[in-house]
């Protein structure tokens, strides 16, 4: 904030930026961010559906 | 501008937190888009820059990489100069690839103020209108203090800059290799000037800075250095001066926005009042498009509306003009590697 004040009035506070009103705040960014890729944990035994799975035979 | 490390060594260092976006980034960073100029970053970091540290430690560190530059805003601890890119599209890039190594924002950062350099010296005319056009463009209308806009540079013996938005570099390197349209279309392997640049201290920046200053930029040098978008480039100068006139404010271009050779004491005075009286108008009519918009509502449901019609607007409207006059036109130049 800056503080603007001439003599004769109350001194009022500026802020140091502000938004341009002319740019609408909803248009999504034209270009999307490669994005990076995402790690998913290895498969759980229990989900493991490879009929060759030994730990499915426990199961069995 | 000098960076005393090869670009590959940045992309490698990037490409371990950000693998994704070095790779989109080194395939094309020294591409051409639309026949536009290649972009040059600076960053300043005002606060202790501790986020760069591993950065710059790992390109060669500080002795090498900073301490070779002595141009730097007065406040920064450190100015980081990157390696230019082909386009607004990878310098974007470029700054979102080292946002994610250092795991913090640089766009829209009050510590980080980021300087837009051009290929190309532009006349003290076309510097004003520049300057007065990144302003009024930018999705963030700022006030300055001259502080901000001090540099080491400021009255430097050899290479004085004074107290300026817009600078011309201070020699160095220069690479010129990058594609420039010339005035027939023609795909040129480098940019008709041997040297020379002009740079914008934009403060804390945003993509749509980059994307408007390289726009701009592009518009004014064709129309000084005879590109291929000279033609349009002297419409955009000659309507950004009526928009000025509408304003009363063609008087802001005689100020003046970059220091020349010929400059006399007070300039940068000058200067500053002339951008006081933009940021004054800009801020007044941010307010008044506030207040046209609340009255047009109530127009508007009484059936009467009327676009409101500020500066702010006309600008915005102006580079969206000349954008999309230029993708269009673009279309109609062979592409390197196709027959005419």
Redesign the interface.
């Known amino acids: 904030m800056?503080r603007a004040h001439q003599p004769g009035s109350q001194p009022i506070d500026?802020?140091?930026?502000?938004?341009?009103?002319?740019?609408p705040r909803t248009v999504p960014?034209p270009?999307p961010?490669?994005?990076?890729?995402i790690k998913i944990p290895a498969p759980q035994h229990l989900l493991c559906v490879s009929p060759i799975c030994p730990v499915l035979d426990e199961v069995r | 501008m000098s960076y005393a490390y090869r670009s590959q060594d940045l992309f490698s260092l990037l490409q371990t937190k950000a693998p994704v976006t070095t790779a989109t980034l080194a395939a094309n960073c020294r591409r051409n888009e639309y026949g536009l100029l290649s972009v040059g970053l600076k960053i300043h970091c005002l606060d202790n820059g501790e986020k760069f540290k591993e950065l710059i430690e790992g390109l060669g560190g500080a002795s090498r990489i900073l301490d070779v530059n002595y141009f730097k805003d007065a406040r920064a601890s450190l100015c980081l100069v990157l390696p230019p890119v082909g386009s607004a599209t990878s310098a974007v890039h470029l700054i979102q690839c080292i946002e994610q190594y250092i795991g913090s924002p640089v766009l829209a950062n009050s510590q980080i103020q980021l300087q837009l350099c051009s290929p190309g010296r532009l006349s003290a005319r076309a510097s004003a209108l520049l300057g007065i056009a990144f302003y009024l463009g930018s999705d963030t209308l700022r006030r300055y203090t001259q502080a901000d806009l001090r540099t080491t540079f400021e009255s430097s013996f050899n290479h004085p800059r004074g107290i300026r938005l817009v600078l011309y570099d201070a020699e160095g390197d220069f690479d010129r290799n990058f594609t420039w349209w010339n005035y027939w279309g023609g795909h040129e392997p480098e940019f008709p000037f041997a040297s020379g640049r002009t740079d914008l201290l934009i403060g804390p920046g945003s993509r749509l800075d980059i994307e408007n200053i390289n726009l701009v930029a592009t518009l004014l040098v064709h129309s000084e250095y005879d590109g291929y978008w000279s033609g349009l480039g002297q419409e955009f100068r000659a309507e950004m001066e009526v928009i000025l006139g509408r304003h009363i404010l063609a008087g802001l271009i005689d100020a003046p926005w970059v220091r020349q050779s010929w400059a006399q004491f007070g300039d940068d005075d000058k200067f500053f009042a002339a951008l006081q009286e933009l940021v004054a108008y800009a801020y007044g009519e941010s307010t008044r498009v506030k207040q046209r918009r609340l009255l047009q509502f109530g127009m508007w449901r009484n059936g009467h509306g009327r676009s409101p019609n500020g500066i702010l607007e006309e600008v915005q409207r102006l580079l969206f003009k000349y954008r999309k006059a230029i993708e269009r036109q673009s279309r109609l130049v062979p592409q390197a590697g196709e027959s005419p």
């Open positions: 800056m500026v802020p140091e930026t502000i938004p341009n009103p002319a740019i960014n270009e961010r490669p994005s990076e890729p």
